[in-house]
């Protein structure tokens, strides 16, 4: 016996070299095929050491999923343990008696070797049983196993069995051999028990079993190593080798995951700026347009994903239908690569990425052209939950963004919805394609004044904080909410802040994540400027996405500022006492909350705290978690531009996350971002539209719940609502229909108004006598059919009649359209009846013509019959000229920047204190108390007025701009009500 296991112990271990070592030098060839890494990845060996000895050996990223963690440990220790089991099992080839030296027989090396053998045969057992549980025969796309190659899994597990029971079998007949003073139970705890129970008491038996269990041992580890050096793309074994690496060369020697920040853009591993472009040559590749345009450290991700499905039982793309798997994809691209690298034929030919036929396959399909299909490339929300849950530190996310850049800079090749977003980023500034005059809208009407670098301050350093608004926060209804919230509460607190107000700019997440790099850089470049020029220090902003970049990437552009999310600031003048939520009023009343962690918050940034903390502190409030939260929270839908991308596959994450929520019981769905708070506030809606969903639920943001509750004697909940607000009138509610053809995954501004007014409608909403098939949050008052759109132009853009003479570039949503498009026209031109012969930068379709156009005046300003003074800049389009001028007192220091829908009142008598509401913008009537789930632009929830002559409105005529009226309307002197757009 002893000859045979030697000589085939010495045959299979020449077998195993001779492929093995051919296999780890192509494995190598083929990562070396990628680009150079950034230089950072070799920065702090020391502090690269620790943490990959702590995520290999401490288990600490495996033990996310607590039990499996274990039991892999279990299995991990003995895979280590069985090196060395291996090697002393050719020294037993000789002696079967042999022990190593110094430990061989020390206490704590036997019982380590015996308990990890157990431990080991158990742990894979559970593993084993696990998988056969979690199977996709029974769980389908459930299963974060499914598309994982099973017969390798199989191989590894039962491989993995057998050698961890061979310790102890082993280590039986040992026990039965050995006659010196070692051989007792306690040196051999455990298999002292199995030795007497299966093995024979003769000495030449037991030499024999020894011969063979060490001949058994050394067999299988030399198969496991030909099996696997004939097949390099087997993650689930080499894993337990490339790992090591893998983890040591992570993107952030701190031990961070490769989350918050993205890769930037590189060529040859040097980033590349916009003062490059014109050094690089015509062939250069911009991004990943190939397999080979990755770095090394990408290839090396692939070669060492272990097909564990962790990174796909969270992806909120593949929970709800769609191609996207984080795992498939590493799968596929490790294929596709390796083949490639071999020469296979087709693979050589093959575009990395591609359009198939539905059906045909997402990844390396048979036959086909491409490797991975277009839909899985644009469905990735860039939550970052595949990174976070890696045990092997893969960077999905830089990874999907590459691919990305390369089809936009280099391709052109992208979903046309973002056509529209990038033109609004690089012509105003913001996703939206507003004016950027009108970024201090929100600010009209609080009570106090909100300072503006440039005008109030010379630079921040007079005040404590920057409040970044940023574009949600601007533009959006909902988000002005939060945004005005925020400036109440910090003025509350004593807290000094500034804001830029025109000269702030979009921060460019959204284009960054799309893959339009330089014009995230040209934007960041501006920002930074303005930071710079303003001796910026200290920030404060509302949006998780904004928060992220700033903190996070413009270090990039050599500026280090301090970013907080308002969530963090707000809890720590709570807990330092500054802000007081009140124990009684209406701000207190009872009811549940439950907390929707956003993205860029929580796993890019590790808030999970902060806000939570806050919610807790409110008095009557009752929090409720959902299943998933935290690190396993579910996204929102709009990470990574989808914001502006319509879902055409499977089901609407957005209307998934809603359902979970709804399903806690939680009257208020609490949110820290606004793409969050658009996203979930339109799943909500459309669940309670299907009436699967209480009319009490609403989605809130955080700085909303703490203001009522700090301002007390405010209704906090629908639920709560005083009975003059639910006398308001509302048509029926109608059941939501199919996702529109395009747009963001929120609705759009500009789409038809719903039947029954939403929780967060706008007050210029107009109610319909019957069911809509399609509702939106925030639909428009002026939404026009379109006809023929012309090339880059919206689908509603009105045709023109006659060729107008001159269009401007920055024209407002309500301008004439041109006869031929402006490079950068508004989506919503109206048509002229006749050529203009002069366009301003900002006019309206209701302009009338003046005699000396005012700098910034209205196109809607009603001209008068004897010369009046320059209009005020940025005066309102409904602004009503008095009978005389007004004086001083009556205009006290005007608002720079006023809103489209303003309707100017009397001025207040001397004494007299002010409304809080601002008289210039409707869409702050009732702004005193923010109520939960009201507009800015709510209808004010007031017991009625004593009744007083009105004048009747006409129903929505037609508004005209060819000429001006003949007369001047007059002003009633106490007019008893604000007039509306179409009233008489």
Same mark, same amino acid.
């Given at each position: 016996m002893q000859i045979f296991a030697l000589v085939a112990s010495l045959a299979l271990t020449l077998a195993a070299l001779f492929v093995l070592i051919p296999a780890v030098r192509s494995m190598l060839r083929v990562i070396r095929m990628g680009q150079p890494a950034s230089p950072s990845r070799t920065d702090d060996p020391v502090a690269r050491t620790v943490t990959m000895l702590k995520e290999t050996v401490l288990h600490t990223r495996m033990l996310q999923w607590a039990w499996v963690g274990v039991m892999h440990w279990f299995v991990f220790a003995a895979f280590l343990f069985l090196s060395t089991a291996v090697l002393g099992a050719y020294f037993q080839l000789f002696d079967p008696e042999w022990a190593w030296p110094i430990v061989g027989h020390w206490y704590p090396f036997e019982w380590f070797s015996e308990f990890i053998g157990a431990l080991s045969t158990i742990g894979i057992?559970?593993?084993? @049983?696990?998988?056969? $549980?979690?199977?996709?025969?029974?769980?389908?796309?459930? =299963?974060?196993?499914f598309g994982s190659t099973f017969w390798q899994a199989y191989f590894v597990e039962y491989l993995a069995l057998f050698e961890g029971a061979a310790i102890l079998f082993i280590r039986g007949a040992e026990f039965h051999l050995a006659d010196h003073e070692h051989a007792t139970r306690a040196h051999f705890p455990l298999s002292s028990w199995l030795g007497e129970a299966l093995y024979p008491a003769g000495q030449g038996a037991n030499e024999n079993l020894v011969y063979f269990i060490a001949f058994f041992k050394i067999a299988m580890a030399m198969v496991w190593l030909i099996v696997i050096g004939r097949n390099l793309t087997m993650g689930i074994a080499w894993h337990r080798f490339t790992a090591w690496f893998n983890i040591w060369f992570k993107r952030e020697s701190s031990g961070r995951t490769a989350l918050g920040a993205l890769k930037p853009l590189a060529v040859g591993g040097k980033a590349v700026t916009l003062d490059d472009i014109d050094d690089l040559d015509e062939d250069t590749a911009l991004g990943v347009g190939a397999v080979e345009d990755f770095s090394w450290k990408g290839l090396l991700d692939f070669t060492t994903c272990t097909e564990c499905g962790r990174c796909q039982s969270q992806c909120p793309a593949w929970h709800t239908e769609k191609p996207l798997s984080p795992k498939l994809l590493m799968k596929g691209l490790r294929e596709h690569t390796y083949l490639k690298a071999a020469g296979q034929a087709g693979h050589a030919e093959r575009a990395l990425i591609g359009k198939g036929d539905a059906g045909e396959g997402f990844y390396n399909p048979e036959g086909g052209d491409f490797v991975v299909d277009a839909d899985v490339l644009w469905s990735c929300t860039t939550c970052g939950a595949c990174v976070e849950q890696c045990p092997v530190d893969i960077e999905h996310v830089d990874h999907i963004v590459d691919m990305r850049r390369y089809q936009v800079l280099i391709e052109s090749n992208f979903p046309a919805e973002l056509n529209q977003l990038f033109k609004g980023l690089e012509n105003r500034g913001n996703p939206w394609n507003m004016a950027p005059s009108a970024r201090m809208d929100w600010a009209k009407g609080l009570p106090f004044e909100v300072k503006e670098v440039g005008e109030d301050l010379e630079s921040l350093e007079s005040v404590d904080w920057l409040f970044w608004v940023g574009c949600a926060g601007a533009f959006e209804d909902r988000a002005k909410k939060t945004t005005r919230a925020v400036a109440e509460?910090?003025?509350?607190?004593? @807290? =000094?802040?500034?804001?830029?107000?025109?000269?702030? %700019?979009?921060?460019?997440d959204s284009a960054r994540r799309a893959g339009n790099e330089f014009v995230y850089q040209a934007l960041a470049q501006e920002n930074v400027e303005t930071f710079k020029e303003f001796k910026v220090k200290k920030v404060v902003a509302t949006c998780a996405h904004c928060f992220n970049t700033l903190k996070n990437e413009y270090k990039a552009f050599g500026i280090e500022l301090e970013v907080v999310h308002? %969530?963090? +600031?707000?809890?720590?003048?709570?807990?330092?006492?500054?802000?007081?939520? *009140?124990?009684?009023?209406?701000?207190?009343? $009872?009811? =549940?909350?439950?907390?929707? &962690?956003?993205c860029y918050l929580g796993r890019h940034n590790q808030v999970y705290s902060p806000p939570r903390e806050l919610l807790q502190a409110l008095p009557g409030a009752s929090y409720v978690e959902m299943e998933r939260n935290s690190e396993r929270s579910f996204c929102c839908g709009a990470g990574g531009a989808r914001m502006w991308m319509e879902e055409s596959l499977g089901e609407r994450i957005n209307m998934n996350r809603s359902t979970e929520a709804v399903g806690t019981g939680a009257d208020q769905v609490v949110v820290g971002c606004p793409f969050c708070r658009v996203m979930l506030s339109d799943g909500v809606t459309a669940l309670q539209a299907k009436s699967e969903a209480r009319e009490e639920v609403e989605v809130l943001d955080v700085a909303q719940m703490l203001l009522a509750s700090v301002k007390g004697g405010e209704a906090a909940t629908k639920a709560e609502k005083t009975p003059a607000a639910a006398a308001v009138p509302t048509a029926p509610a109608a059941a939501p229909a199919e996702p529109a053809a395009s747009g963001a995954a929120g609705p759009s501004l500009f789409e038809e108004a719903p039947a029954k007014p939403v929780s967060d409608g706008s007050l210029f909403d107009q109610p319909t006598t019957e069911a809509t098939t399609s509702a939106t949050a925030n639909s428009s008052l002026f939404d026009q059919a379109p006809a023929t759109p012309a090339p880059g132009a919206s689908l509603f853009d009105q045709p023109t009649t006659e060729a107008t003479t001159s269009a401007t570039a920055n024209s407002s949503l309500f301008d004439q359209a041109p006869a031929k498009p402006a490079s950068d026209g508004s989506l919503f031109d109206q048509p002229t009846t006749e050529a203009t012969t002069s366009a301003t930068a900002n006019s309206s379709l209701f302009d009338q013509a003046p005699a000396t156009p005012a700098p910034g005046a209205s196109l809607f300003d009603q001209p008068t019959t004897e010369p009046t003074t320059p209009a005020t800049p940025g005066g309102s389009l409904f602004d009503i000229p008095a009978d005389e001028e007004p004086t001083a007192e009556a205009t006290p220091n005007p608002t720079p920047s006023? =809103? +489209?829908? &303003?309707?100017?009142?009397?001025? /207040?008598?001397?004494?007299?204190? /002010?409304? *809080?509401? /601002?008289?210039? &913008?409707?869409? &702050? @009537?009732?702004?005193?108390t923010l109520t939960g789930g009201r507009s800015l632009f709510d209808i004010p929830e007031a017991t009625p007025p004593a009744p007083a002559p009105t004048q009747e409105p006409v129903a929505q005529p037609e508004p005209k701009a060819e000429t001006a009226p003949e007369t001047e309307p007059e002003l009633n002197e106490t007019p008893e009500k604000p007039k509306g757009l179409f009233d008489d």
């Open positions: 057992v559970w593993l084993i @049983v696990y998988r056969q $549980k979690h199977h996709p025969r029974s769980e389908g796309r459930g =299963s974060r196993f509460l910090l003025h509350m607190a004593g @807290v =000094s802040f500034g804001v830029l107000g025109n000269r702030e %700019t979009c921060t460019g308002h %969530t963090q +600031l707000l809890n720590r003048l709570v807990r330092e006492g500054q802000l007081r939520p *009140v124990a009684s009023g209406d701000g207190a009343n $009872k009811r =549940s909350i439950t907390y929707h &962690d956003p006023r =809103s +489209l829908f &303003d309707i100017e009142e009397e001025p /207040a008598a001397p004494g007299e204190s /002010a409304p *809080v509401a /601002a008289t210039a &913008d409707l869409a &702050d @009537v009732d702004e005193t």
